[in-house]
């Protein structure tokens, strides 16, 4: 059964910083693509980043680029997604995906990440 | 950067009866589209892929049709598990990022 299990998320002040990781089971994390997508509370989904299955492609969203640093251990069948300079805007649900050609076949329960003082 | 954009933002519709919903592209995305079901507290669930291809598990009661910029998901007999907020996605360009639609919430009437 695939399984996509995030954490790190919390309440942190304006300007600090956290890390998000996702632990996945269930498949060959090494031959899949994977992205984290987020939504802000009572709001649409919104791509934040990608990452390629051997990480050498990467992109992100205008919005976080600069900020937020996607990374993933294949050895260690993790995602990880390393948050700086927050902003409130940041506040939302992360989620991480598994891409399949372009669509997200499976997804993580979520991590609430709140930025405030 | 693509557009999507779904309508309507709410849909009103009695159990048992048809949903349709409808998602466009601000330019053609091929057939390159995904359709997903959120239900509140909980993650996304792909229902759709390639525009009418169901996903594992999927009930044949959802469908999904079009093609270019125009595209419909179609719940045939609405079941109680179905009202839910659902998405539209485009996978269509290269590099991402892939966009999703603003949603459609499907409530009871």
């Known amino acids: 059964e695939v399984q996509l299990v995030e954490s790190g998320g919390g309440l942190v002040q304006p300007g600090g910083s956290l890390r998000l990781s996702c632990a996945d089971s269930?498949?060959?994390?090494?031959?899949?693509?994977m992205d984290w997508v987020r939504q802000a509370p009572g709001k649409g989904l919104e791509w934040v980043s990608y990452?390629?299955?051997?990480?050498?492609?990467?992109y992100y969203a205008d919005s976080v680029k600069g900020r937020f640093t996607i990374s993933r251990d294949n050895a260690k069948n993790s995602l990880y997604l390393q948050m700086n300079s927050l902003t409130d805007e940041d506040t939302a649900v992360y989620y991480c995906?598994?891409?399949?050609?372009?669509?997200?076949?499976?997804w993580g329960q979520g991590t609430l990440v709140t930025v405030s003082s | 950067e693509i557009v999507m954009t779904q309508s309507p933002a709410t849909l009103s519709v009695s159990p048992g009866e048809r949903a349709t919903l409808s998602c466009r592209a601000s330019?053609?995305?091929?057939?390159?589209i995904a359709w997903y079901q959120q239900k509140p507290g909980q993650a996304p669930r792909l229902l759709i892929y390639?525009?009418?291809t169901r996903a594992t598990g999927i009930p044949a009661r959802f469908s999904g049709s079009g093609s270019g910029t125009e595209f419909t998901l179609t719940i045939s007999s609405l079941q109680s598990e179905d009202f839910a907020v659902y998405y539209c996605?485009?996978?269509?360009?290269?590099?991402?990022?892939?966009?999703f639609g603003q949603g459609t919430k499907l409530e009871i009437k």
């Open positions: 269930g498949f060959t994390f090494s031959s899949y693509s």
């Open positions: 990452i390629s299955s051997d990480s050498s492609t990467i």
């Open positions: 996605q485009q996978y269509n360009n290269w590099p991402p990022p892939y966009t």
């Open positions: 390639g525009a009418s």
């Open positions: 995906a598994r891409e399949n050609h372009g669509r997200y076949d499976y």
């Open positions: 330019q053609s995305v091929s057939s390159k």
